[in-house]
Each structure stands twice: as structure tokens, then as C-alpha cells.
């Protein structure tokens, strides 16, 4: 499973499970300095055999890698921090879609407790991909270019792995059940809620200046699924 993680606070918990290379891309070189102490906290990830760091921008690295990912991934980035526009918009969304080998995923955190820039993102990722399915109250976004197979004898085999297991279980995820409990639903309900504009891009990074952003929640917020409770799932994301 080739993965790809941007940058590497999220690298170790992917390289963690088998069979996976991870390609963590890191702009900043004491980041990866700065990891090192933190080993026993991020799967060892700059000491993995199976992880291949490179200093560079994430986008970059996208823009001209010919290597293609059946997962692809980042660390969780306030988007309403000085330059992480970028990293919600619709020409990023969109290079992670097309780096996708057939059947590959991309996954997308998005902050819910910012009412004003969550339909932004969510209307950004889905209009980049033509499937999304949501969990953990949609504060999970995963996109792909083929509709998702939550197929449960084929997660039950994946979960019988013992590494497998012993992650999800560290989670508190000890069945397919447990696993399923956090998903919230396909893209439809979402679409159909908050439209098909505006969105984030490169020329209007709109999360940047949330503050100019009018007040008050979008009316299709209100027929969302309610924001639940702590998802263990995102207990690993950078």
C-alpha cells in the first residue's frame, strides 16, 4: 500500500499498520529533528524502514511525483492559520485526487467547531471529489474517485490481522460494529445541505479571513447530522 502523509506528525501512526511504504513529505527540517524526541508518541516514525521522508513542500511534491497512492493523508492544520489556505483548496483537493491509484483514498479532517469555515471546506472537498463519504460526524472526509465499498466480511478480515487489531483496539475499536458506529453517511445529505458554492481556492483562501466572513451558521448547517460526541478515530491525527 503505497501512502503518501503530509507532513510528518501523521506519518508514524500510518506506517504503523503492515504492508504499508509511507512517503512523508516534511518542509521544515527541524520538524523532523523535533520528531525524533517524540518517538515513544509517533510509532518511531524518522527510525521506520518502511517510511521515506522528504523535505519538501507538500505541493510541490504533488504537482511533479508520477508515483500514485492508495492513501493519501495530512496532519490536522487549523485552516484558519496564516497560510494554510492552500491546504483547503480546491486546486490542493483536487492534485490529491488526481495522485489517487485506482481504488486509493484521500483523507480530510475538517473542523467542525468553526461553524463559519466548515461549510467552506466541506463544500470544497466535495466539489474536488465525486465521492465522499463522512465520519465522525463529518468531522472525517474520505474522498475517492470510486464509490467507497464498506464491505464488512473484507473489514472483518482486515481487522482479524493482529497488528490491525491492535491498533484499532488501542482505540477502543474492537469490531466491525465499533468501527461502523462512527461513520456518519455518504456525500448526499451534505450536498444537498450546503450547495454547491463558495469554496475555498487558491486566489480566495477564504478560511484566512474568516473574520470578514459574514455572522452567523449557514442555514444548511442546521440539516447536517449533529456534531457528536469524541471519535477515537481522529485520536492519532497529527
Known amino acids: ?20 511504504q ?23 516514525v524518522t527510525e521506520r524502514p ?43 483537493f483536487t492534485l490529491l485526487r488526481k495522485g489517487l491509484a485506482p481504488g486509493g483514498i484521500v483523507a480530510q479532517w475538517a473542523e467542525r467547531g468553526k461553524p463559519k469555515l466548515y461549510p467552506y471546506i466541506v463544500r470544497t472537498f466535495l466539489d474536488a471529489f465525486p465521492h465522499v463519504s463522512f465520519w465522525c460526524s463529518g468531522r472525517i472526509m474520505l474522498g475517492t474517485n470510486e464509490p467507497l465499498d464498506l464491505n464488512r466480511e473484507r473489514l472483518a478480515r482486515n481487522l482479524a490481522d493482529p497488528t490491525v487489531a491492535k491498533l484499532f483496539a488501542d482505540l477502543g475499536i474492537l469490531s466491525v460494529d465499533d468501527l461502523l458506529a462512527h461513520y456518519t453517511g455518504d456525500d448526499s445529505v451534505f450536498r444537498q445541505s450546503l450547495g454547491a458554492s463558495p469554496v475555498v481556492s487558491d486566489d480566495r483562501p477564504v478560511t484566512e479571513y474568516f473574520r470578514v466572513l459574514p455572522d452567523g451558521d449557514e442555514p444548511g448547517l442546521a440539516k447536517l447530522p449533529p456534531d457528536g460526541k469524541s471519535c477515537p478515530l481522529l485520536a492519532r491525527a497529527g
Open 1 to 20: 500500500v503505497q501512502t503518501c502523509a503530509l507532513p510528518i506528525s501523521t506519518g508514524g501512526a500510518v506506517a504503523a499498520y503492515p504492508n504499508v
Open 22 to 44: 509511507v512517503d512523508v513529505i516534511e518542509l521544515s527540517p527541524s520538524m523532523v529533528t523535533g520528531a525524533t524526541y517524540f518517538a515513544d508518541h509517533n510509532f518511531h
Open 50 to 92: 518502511n517510511v521515506h521522508i522528504k523535505l519538501d513542500d507538500g505541493l510541490n511534491h504533488l504537482l511533479v511525483t508520477p508515483k500514485k497512492y492508495d492513501v493519501a493523508t495530512a496532519d490536522i492544520i487549523q485552516p484558519d492559520h496564516v497560510g494554510a489556505g492552500n491546504l483547503y483548496s480546491k486546486e490542493y
